[in-house]
């Protein structure tokens, strides 16, 4: 399995971003995609996840703010931020993992993340 992300970038304090994310390969029926993502100086936390019979966790951070979504015929899950703050700051890396559940572990597969730059 192989993600593709792209969409990151630099926006203001109160900007909107869409992160999008492509899977390729042996991909199966029932699985969870989402996003993560780690800033300097930190560990790697959940932002969202999605799982393909369309249930949702976020993080507390970013409910409100955020919302995830997939194209299941495209393969393709995308992460619209809006609001941004300094905060949400960090490397998103975009996760695949098979079966159901809300979290991707490390050793499931990952994309080669993407910068989000939130200025104040």
């Known amino acids: 399995v192989q993600l593709q992300a792209s969409g990151g970038g630099w926006v203001q304090s109160g900007g909107s971003l869409r992160l999008s994310c492509a899977a390729s390969?042996?991909?199966?029926?029932?699985?969870?995609m989402g996003w993560y993502r780690q800033a300097p100086g930190k560990q790697r936390e959940l932002v969202a996840t999605i799982d393909s019979g369309g249930r949702i966790k976020y993080a507390d951070s970013v409910k409100g703010r955020f919302t995830i979504s997939r194209d299941n015929a495209k393969k393709t899950v995308y992460l619209q931020m809006n609001s941004l703050k300094p905060d949400d700051t960090a490397v998103y890396y975009c996760?695949?993992?098979?079966?159901w559940g809300s979290g991707i572990p490390l050793s499931g597969y990952w994309g080669q993340g993407t910068q989000v730059t939130v200025s104040s």
């Open positions: 390969g042996s991909i199966v029926s029932v699985n969870v």
């Open positions: 996760g695949y993992n098979t079966g």
